[in-house]
């Protein structure tokens, strides 16, 4: 019996941490991202920000931002989000470390990969901005350490390469 108790226990512990392998397809009026089955929707890493998601077991946080142009070039909105990593008190030495321009016929985008340092931890940042004719999209994916890094940049390439502006 009290195996059968203890085979019943972690079988019940090792489905609560599973996670679908279907990709999770988020549709906005304003854009679509398709999320690995592990991350969940919150709301407490941007004030502000019109989507986030995160799985905290695995150290990967996602925010995407929309806003409207304006008189804001491209060039400028890019240099604004980007410097606002850059200049976040908390991280150190932060270094763009690849960079690629993509462009369709619905809008333009530049990706970055940021590496810094937090709390004498490694943070990668993968920042997207997309242009589209009137509005900017700004979407943000983070983990920690390089094994992390390893071990989910395929998923988080699979997030920024899901992301499809709308409008």
């Not at 999320?35 to 709301?43: A, F, I, N």
């Not at 990969?113 to 920042?127: A, V």
């Not at 094994?147 to 899901?162: C, F, H, T, V």
Request: proline share 2%.
């Amino acid at each position: 019996m009290k195996n059968s108790l203890i085979a019943v226990f972690l079988i019940a512990l090792l489905s609560a941490c599973s996670y679908s392998e279907k990709p999770k397809e988020v549709k906005t009026e304003m854009f679509e991202v398709s999320y690995p089955g592990y991350m969940k929707s919150t709301d407490d890493l941007l004030e502000g920000a019109d989507l986030q998601y995160k799985n905290a077991y695995r150290n990967i946080y996602s925010i995407v931002k929309v806003s409207d142009k304006g008189t804001q070039t491209f060039e400028d909105f890019q240099k604004k989000t980007v410097d606002v990593i850059r200049n976040f008190q908390l991280l150190e030495k932060p270094v763009v470390t690849d960079s690629v321009y993509r462009e369709n016929d619905n809008f333009k985008a530049i990706d970055l990969q940021i590496y810094g340092i937090m709390n004498n931890e490694n943070i990668y940042y993968w920042h997207s901005v997309f242009e589209t004719k009137d509005k900017f999209y700004e979407l943000a994916v983070w983990t920690r350490t390089m094994d992390r890094k390893q071990r989910y940049g395929e998923d988080i390439a699979k997030i920024i390469e899901s992301f499809k502006p709308l409008r």
